[in-house]
């Protein structure tokens, strides 16, 4: 019946109410040219440093200057170096007056196990640009609940910047980083719209700030003194890799944890390779999945958000206050995320 419902285009309709209260943020400077750019490895070692370089290179080359964290290029095992060194980089960086923006070098797994090490005081002292996305959410997310500070789920430095980047994706990138104005409505690469999977009759338009990021991370942190408070926010997710039974289990946790019940919207971006690795054995699809775990939630659903494991991309700001409108598909940026 669910599926009938969606594939005719009937599904659900409900109400929800609009009790929202934005929560104060703090903002960090915009981005001058021949500003310092900190680079840190908060996750998984560089597969090169030939990346680094020629990420280092494509910075030097738009007029910044940059500074390399001291365990960067270290390696640990999967990680790039111990815990205490990369979480020591990363407060430095923060403590650093000179540097002004600190980008990550890549993603891969790390970041959860630097929230304990964290020097969540120096950065609420010194807010300042933060860059990364997949394994970043977790730090992300961390960094808001501590310091409300906002953050950027966008381009690092050895995945997009040591190759050429896509224009789309490097335009939309410096000038949210570099303009205190806001963006206002917010379009995918080629003017492509999102995809209304549940909408509302009596409400159409539902704002919040924007949380979210990679659904691993998010539940990896869930239940955490480093969740954030999701009510009455704009929840986004994005993965990579994970078959079909891994997101269904971890957006059925978010349901019973009461998070995706609490949200006022919820957009999905990029669901790359997220197939069953065995394509013999029944499985649901994705599209099924997020059927039967969101038709109930009362919270306009879209989907097709152009964000997370792609090369044109958006870059989400992690605490932006948003505007979602579930009947014609659209996403606001309601402020500047730079002052």
Same mark, same amino acid.
């Given at each position: ?5 969606? #594939? ?47 990420? =280092? ?15 960067? @290029? ?7 170096? /111990? ?11 923060? +403590? ?9 070098? /890549? ?29 970043? !959410? ?8 501590? !310091? ?13 910047? %040591? ?10 990138? #410096? ?16 003017? @492509? ?7 509302? %009759? @009596? ?42 039974? /891994? =997101? ?36 649901? %699809? =994705?599209?099924?999945?997020? +059927?039967?775990?969101? #038709? ?18 958006? !870059? ?5 206050? +948003?505007?979602?409108?579930? /009947? ?12």
């Amino acid at each position: 019946m669910v599926f009938s419902l969606y #594939w005719s285009g009937l599904w659900p309709s409900f109400r929800i109410t609009n009790r929202h209260t934005l929560v104060n943020v703090l903002k960090p400077l915009r981005l001058k040219k021949h500003d310092v750019i900190g680079i840190i490895t908060p996750a998984s070692a560089p597969s090169s440093d030939e990346k680094i370089d020629k990420g =280092i290179h494509y910075l030097e080359q738009l007029g910044y200057r940059v500074k390399l964290g001291a365990h960067a @290029k270290a390696v640990h095992g999967y990680f790039a170096g /111990r815990d205490e060194e990369r979480a020591s980089d990363l407060n430095a960086m923060f +403590a650093d007056k000179q540097v002004k923006a600190i980008i990550a070098v /890549r993603g891969g797994y790390g970041t959860p196990r630097l929230l304990e090490h964290i020097d969540y005081r120096v950065i609420k002292r010194n807010p300042k640009i933060l860059v990364g996305y997949s394994d970043l !959410t977790a730090l992300q997310l961390a960094v808001f609940t501590k !310091t409300k500070l906002l953050t950027f789920s966008g381009p690092m430095l050895a995945v997009e910047m %040591s190759d050429k980047m896509d224009p789309f994706t490097e335009d939309f990138f #410096w000038r949210i980083l570099t303009s205190p104005h806001p963006i206002g409505n917010v379009s995918n690469p080629d003017n @492509k719209p999102l995809k209304i999977l549940l909408s509302h %009759s @009596k409400k159409a338009q539902v704002t919040g700030r924007l949380l979210g990021g990679n659904l691993s991370m998010v539940t990896s942190i869930t239940g955490t003194m480093f969740q954030p408070n999701f009510r009455d926010h704009i929840f986004f997710f994005e993965e990579v890799g994970e078959e079909p039974y /891994r =997101i269904d289990r971890m957006l059925t946790q978010l349901k019973l944890a009461g998070i995706l019940r609490s949200i006022k919207a919820l957009l999905i971006g990029s669901l790359i390779d997220c197939v069953p690795a065995d394509k013999a054995k029944p499985s649901l %699809s =994705i599209t099924e999945i997020l +059927a039967e775990l969101t #038709w109930d939630l009362k919270v306009p659903v879209l989907s097709g958000l152009a964000y997370g494991h792609l090369p044109r991309k958006l !870059t989400m700001p992690i605490g932006l206050s +948003a505007k979602v409108n579930s /009947r014609s598909g659209t996403l606001e940026f309601l402020e500047g995320c730079v002052k």
